[in-house]
């Protein structure tokens, strides 16, 4: 545990430099998924948000009496409650958007990112770091999911928001819009395309190659 | 003198979390209270969920019917309303003693429920109500529309749709989903516009009665088929089972036979 905590830098830490999603490539299952309009993706972002600080603040409080045996599956049901009781507020008040996310909601439960929050940090914290922790990761995930659903839907449909910006030339404008970008491979384009640019700028983040590739192949004769 | 080994709580805290009464009575306290959280989530929800479901239905019918050619005057000269109708599946007839208040009553009691062959069993539902509540949209004393609710196993799962069929009974006027829970993008195109506007006109049956209507994989060639959806094959048979299913004898059969000899 460092020497003192600092909300500051705990909370900012995973916005950029520590992104969950571009640098340990962490919840892009559902990052693909629900980015093809702002409107889901702000929804999954707040639900995993809430899910993430409450587990954390959830599972911290008890950290010192989990037995070792069994902290994944603690962890595990108590995320998986989170998310049931969060699935079930949004199908009675959001109802709309709820049936937009289906079954990704059930899925914050399989996301790595919960999991790896918990594991890694809320197990050996107070709660109030925990809390701040998950919240600031739940930001850096929010801030890729709805950048890449911002894209997506600009370039898909024209629209922000279900708000048409771009006219369309079906419309009388002269967009024509990118089916492309609400088809899953192009949210993996654009996460890509994010995490180089991310790695452009921050260098460090940038992994040593895995794998050398020979320098020179052509067969010996 | 407050021992706390006196109070079993603290003497149970202070195990070693290693020990194995405490790993056994974590695992089920956990356990509990999850479990209580999640039951009381539902239990306290679940009214509200209903509401927004019945409320979303009545807000589909409404808009299949406007969605519909020339049904939004046909509507208005009616009186704007469409009656409803609980029907009896077996005969083709309105239902005796069930009504639209004790419907879902009867529905609970598994009595009113028949268990459908593999063979006839189209649209793998494994078993189909006895009694289902239709609308019916009537132009002086012929019937010019029948909302019919339908039920069908997609890609990934249950499928609810309302198929609205014009007055000679053989052509479709338009088609609503009322809940699916098919793959975003994919098979959950189905509730796009787009896609439901390729079913008006389409006809069911041909010159000699046979139900030919289906999805076509890719795009429609003929009267009976509408589109089929880009990687969504499972989807689109789902949808083509559902509805020769619904539309054959074991569904709506013996109700449109009834219809066509003006019973209703």
Sequence with gaps: MPARFDIWTTLTEPLIRQNPVTLQILGICSALAVTTSLATALTMS???????????????????????????????????????????????????????????????????????????????????????????????????????????????????????????????????????????????????????????????????????????????? | MADPDRNPWRRFLALPNESRTKTLVMAFLVAAVCALMVSGATVLLRPIQAANRAAEEQARIEALVRGIPGMADLLEQSGGTLSTVVIDLDDGRAAQDVTTDTLDTALADTGNWTALDAGADLADLGQRPDYAQIFLLRQGDAISLVLLPMTGQGYGGRIDAILALEGDMNTIAGIAITSHSETPGLGGRIEDPSWQASFPGTEIRDDSGELRFNVARGDASGPYQVDGITGATRTGRGISNMVRFWLGSDGYGPLIRAIERGEF
Excluded: K
């Design chain 1, 46 to 221: 707040v639900s995993l948000t809430v899910v993430l600080t409450l587990s954390a603040i959830l599972i911290s409080l008890i950290r010192r009496h989990i037995p070792d045996t069994i902290r994944l599956i603690v962890q595990i049901v108590i995320v998986a409650s989170l998310v049931i009781v969060i699935d079930q507020v949004l199908q009675a008040y959001l109802s709309e958007i709820s049936r937009a996310l289906s079954i990704y909601v059930g899925l914050i439960t399989t996301n790595c990112l919960v999991l790896g929050r918990t594991e890694a940090y809320a197990r050996h914290h107070a709660p109030f770091p925990a809390a701040v922790d998950a919240f600031g990761n739940g930001l850096g995930y929010s801030l890729i999911v709805l950048v890449i659903g911002g894209v997506r839907e600009l370039f898909g449909r024209g629209q922000l928001f279900g708000w048409q910006v771009l006219p369309l030339t079906d419309a009388g404008g002269w967009f024509t819009p990118l089916g492309l970008m609400l088809l899953a491979p192009s949210a993996f384009f654009l996460l890509g395309g994010l995490v180089w640019a991310i790695r452009s700028v921050q260098p460090e983040q940038v992994e040593a190659p895995e794998h050398v590739p020979p320098a020179d192949v052509r067969p010996a004769e």
